[in-house]
C-alpha cells in the first residue's frame, strides 16, 4: 500500500533563509508526485507536481523540488522564504493509471519569522 | 475557468442529523474527488466518480456516507445520523482524465455537537 512520510510536523525558519521541506513516500508501483500548500480556512493549492521526465521540478511561488526514485524522496526547497510562505504543506502521491486518487502526508507547518 | 465551488462552506449539526454538501467541479473536468481532513492531518481519500459512475469508495466511506454525481456534473455527499467523529473538513477536487492535476475547492467544515 502506498504512504507517505513528512519527516517534520512543523519547520520554524527565518524570513530570507533557505528551507527544505522533507517527503518520502513507499509505493510498490510508478507513482505521480506533489506539493500542496493550504493557507488557513481554504482548501489546497498546487504548488509543484513530477509526473515524469527531469527530476528537477519548479513550482509558483520560488519553490522547487527533487524526485529522487532511490531514496523515494521528494523534497521541497525553496533558496529564501518570505513571510507569506507561511502556511501547511502537504506532500501527495498517487499510483500511475489507478484513478488519480492522493494519498498525503500529515503535513508540514512552515512558520517563518521576521 | 471559475474553480471548484463548494456548498455550505460551514455546517453546524447535532449528533443524529443528516447533512448534505454540494461540490461544482470546474466544468470541464470528468472526475471528481471527495476527501476528509481531521485537525492536523492530512486529507484522507474518500471517493472519486469519473463522469457519474462512481468508481472506488474508500474503506472510511461507512454506510451512512453516499455520495452521488447523478449527470456528471456536481456531486453531493450526505451522512446520515452524523457523529461528532465526522467533524471535519470535507473537501471536494477535480480532475480531467489522463491530466494528473486535482484542483480543490475550499471545502465544508463540519462540526457536530
Known amino acids: 500500500a502506498q504512504s507517505v512520510t513528512q519527516l517534520d510536523s512543523q519547520v520554524p525558519v527565518f524570513e530570507e533563509a533557505p528551507v527544505e521541506l522533507r517527503c518520502n513516500y513507499s509505493s510498490s508501483v510508478s507513482v505521480y508526485l506533489f506539493w500542496y500548500v493550504q493557507y488557513p480556512n481554504q482548501g489546497l493549492q498546487l504548488l509543484l507536481k513530477?509526473?515524469?521526465?527531469?527530476?528537477l521540478v519548479k513550482g509558483i511561488n520560488g519553490f522547487e523540488a527533487e524526485f529522487n526514485k532511490s531514496q523515494t524522496s521528494f523534497h521541497l526547497r525553496k533558496p529564501s522564504v518570505h513571510i507569506s510562505d507561511t502556511a501547511e504543506y502537504f506532500c501527495a502521491v498517487s499510483e500511475t493509471n489507478q484513478g488519480g486518487k492522493l494519498i498525503f502526508g500529515q503535513g508540514t507547518e512552515l512558520s517563518v519569522k521576521p | 475557468d471559475t474553480g471548484v465551488s463548494q456548498d455550505p462552506r460551514h455546517k453546524i449539526t447535532k449528533r443524529g442529523q443528516n447533512v448534505t454538501f454540494r461540490c461544482d467541479p470546474i466544468?470541464?473536468?470528468?472526475?471528481l474527488y471527495w476527501y476528509r481532513q481531521t485537525l492536523g492531518q492530512g486529507p484522507e481519500f474518500l471517493t472519486y466518480?469519473?463522469?457519474?459512475?462512481?468508481?472506488?469508495k474508500s474503506r472510511l466511506l461507512s454506510d451512512r456516507f453516499s455520495a452521488e454525481r447523478p449527470k456528471g456534473s456536481f456531486s453531493t455527499l450526505e451522512i446520515q445520523r452524523t457523529e461528532q467523529g465526522d467533524s471535519a473538513m470535507y473537501l471536494c477536487?477535480?480532475?480531467?482524465?489522463?491530466?494528473?492535476?486535482?484542483?480543490f475547492g475550499p471545502g465544508t467544515r463540519l462540526l457536530v455537537l
Open positions: 477536487a477535480s480532475s480531467t482524465q489522463g491530466r494528473e492535476t486535482q484542483y
Open positions: 466544468s470541464e473536468h470528468n472526475r
Open positions: 513530477y509526473l515524469s521526465g527531469s527530476t
Open positions: 466518480f469519473q463522469n457519474e459512475a462512481q468508481l472506488e
